[in-house]
C-alpha cells in the first residue's frame, strides 16, 4: 500500500527522547511526502509546540493538536474545533485553587497557552520543555476565554492520584485523564485522536483504507485502530502493543523509518 495519509504521535513515537525527528526519520518522511502523501502530527501538544519539531522536515503538513480538540489544514485553517467555554474552565480553575493548592493549571485555546504563575516548579519546567512561555492569568479571568481546547493540570504523582477521580466526580461531564503521572488532562467529552483522523481524511477526500499511523501509548489506540495499517512503537506499554499485529522499533531507533522505507 501507498499511504494517502501518514499519521504519527510526537512524544515517544516521532522524536527520540532529545526532542528531535532522527535523520533517518525525516529522510523517510520526505520521502513519502515527495510521493503527495500527506504527513500530519497529532499530539495533546499545543499547535506552536509541534510546529517548531515538524518544520525541520521542510514539507507542508495539517496537524492534530490537544489529543484532537483542534484540527487544522496545511493551511492553519480550522477545520474541526472541540471546546470547553471559559466559564466552565474558570470554575475547574477555582476548585482547584480552593480545593488543591499544590495542583498547578493551565489553559490552552488554540494558539495561546495561559497559566496561573509561570514561577510555579511545574510550569517553568513545561516552558523549558516545549520551549514556549504561557502568558500568566487569574483563575477568574479564563471566564473571559470564548473557546477552551484544553486544561493541563501538574502536581506531584501521588497528588495527582487522588485527584483524578475526585475531578472525575465533581465534573463528571467531562474528560478528565491522567496523560503522565504528574499531568492530568480535562478536555470537553468525545475527544480523541481517531475521530480527528477521520476529520482530515474527509476534509482532504481521502481514502481511509489509505492511511496509515504510528503511536505508542494509551490515548494512540483509537488513531492506530481508525487507520488501515496501525504501527505501535517497541516503546509502548504491552498493553498497547497487545492490541495490534504491526509493532516497529522504539522512538530511538528510527521505528517510523523502518516501516517507511519498506513502502519505497
Same mark, same amino acid.
Given at each position: 500500500?501507498?499511504?494517502?495519509?501518514?499519521?504519527?504521535?510526537? &512524544?515517544?513515537?516521532?522524536?527520540?527522547?532529545?526532542?528531535?525527528?532522527?535523520?533517518?526519520?525525516?529522510?523517510?518522511?520526505?520521502?513519502?511526502?515527495?510521493?503527495?502523501?500527506?504527513?500530519?502530527?497529532?499530539?495533546?501538544?499545543?499547535?506552536?509546540?509541534?510546529?517548531?519539531?515538524?518544520?525541520?522536515?521542510?514539507?507542508?503538513?495539517?496537524?492534530?493538536?490537544?489529543?484532537?480538540?483542534?484540527?487544522?489544514?496545511?493551511?492553519?485553517?480550522?477545520? $474541526?474545533?472541540?471546546?470547553?467555554?471559559?466559564?466552565? !474552565? !474558570?470554575?475547574?480553575?477555582?476548585?482547584? %485553587?480552593?480545593?488543591?493548592?499544590?495542583?498547578?493549571?493551565?489553559?490552552? *485555546?488554540?494558539?495561546?497557552?495561559?497559566?496561573?504563575?509561570?514561577?510555579? =516548579?511545574?510550569?517553568?519546567?513545561?516552558?523549558?520543555?516545549?520551549?514556549?512561555?504561557?502568558?500568566?492569568?487569574?483563575?477568574?479571568?479564563?471566564?473571559?476565554?470564548?473557546?477552551?481546547? #484544553?486544561?493541563?493540570?501538574?502536581?506531584?504523582?501521588?497528588?495527582?492520584?487522588?485527584?483524578?477521580?475526585?475531578? #472525575?466526580?465533581?465534573?463528571?461531564?467531562?474528560?478528565?485523564?491522567?496523560?503522565?503521572?504528574?499531568?492530568? %488532562?480535562?478536555?470537553?467529552?468525545?475527544?480523541?485522536?481517531?475521530? $480527528?483522523?477521520?476529520?482530515?481524511? $474527509?476534509? =482532504?477526500?481521502? &481514502?481511509? !483504507? #489509505? *492511511?496509515?499511523?504510528?503511536?505508542?501509548?494509551?490515548?494512540?489506540?483509537?488513531?492506530? #485502530?481508525?487507520?488501515?495499517?496501525?504501527?505501535?512503537?517497541?516503546?509502548?506499554?504491552?498493553?498497547?502493543?497487545?492490541?495490534?499485529?504491526?509493532?516497529?522499533?522504539?522512538?530511538?531507533?528510527?521505528?517510523?523509518?523502518?516501516?517507511? %522505507?519498506?513502502?519505497?
Amino acid at each position: 500500500m501507498i499511504p494517502e495519509m501518514i499519521f504519527s504521535d510526537i &512524544d515517544g513515537t516521532l522524536i527520540t527522547e532529545d526532542l528531535v525527528i532522527s535523520p533517518r526519520t525525516q529522510t523517510a518522511i520526505r520521502a513519502q511526502a515527495a510521493r503527495g502523501t500527506l504527513f500530519i502530527p497529532v499530539s495533546a501538544r499545543m499547535p506552536a509546540a509541534i510546529k517548531p519539531i515538524v518544520d525541520v522536515l521542510g514539507i507542508s503538513y495539517p496537524i492534530i493538536s490537544y489529543n484532537g480538540a483542534l484540527v487544522q489544514d496545511h493551511l492553519g485553517k480550522t477545520v $474541526a474545533s472541540k471546546t470547553l467555554s471559559g466559564a466552565v !474552565a !474558570a470554575t475547574i480553575c477555582q476548585y482547584l %485553587e480552593q480545593n488543591w493548592s499544590d495542583v498547578a493549571w493551565n489553559v490552552y *485555546t488554540f494558539e495561546k497557552w495561559y497559566s496561573e504563575d509561570r514561577r510555579n =516548579y511545574w510550569i517553568h519546567r513545561e516552558e523549558e520543555v516545549v520551549n514556549l512561555q504561557s502568558s500568566q492569568i487569574k483563575a477568574e479571568q479564563v471566564n473571559q476565554i470564548d473557546q477552551v481546547h #484544553k486544561l493541563l493540570l501538574m502536581g506531584e504523582p501521588e497528588i495527582m492520584d487522588h485527584l483524578e477521580p475526585r475531578l #472525575k466526580e465533581v465534573f463528571p461531564e467531562l474528560s478528565i485523564a491522567k496523560s503522565l503521572p504528574y499531568y492530568i %488532562e480535562v478536555m470537553a467529552q468525545g475527544i480523541e485522536k481517531g475521530q $480527528a483522523v477521520r476529520d482530515l481524511v $474527509a476534509y =482532504y477526500q481521502k &481514502d481511509l !483504507a #489509505k *492511511t496509515m499511523a504510528f503511536g505508542d501509548n494509551f490515548n494512540d489506540v483509537a488513531m492506530l #485502530k481508525t487507520v488501515k495499517e496501525g504501527y505501535v512503537m517497541g516503546n509502548a506499554p504491552l498493553g498497547v502493543k497487545e492490541q495490534f499485529e504491526h509493532l516497529t522499533a522504539d522512538h530511538n531507533h528510527d521505528g517510523i523509518a523502518l516501516v517507511l %522505507e519498506e513502502l519505497m
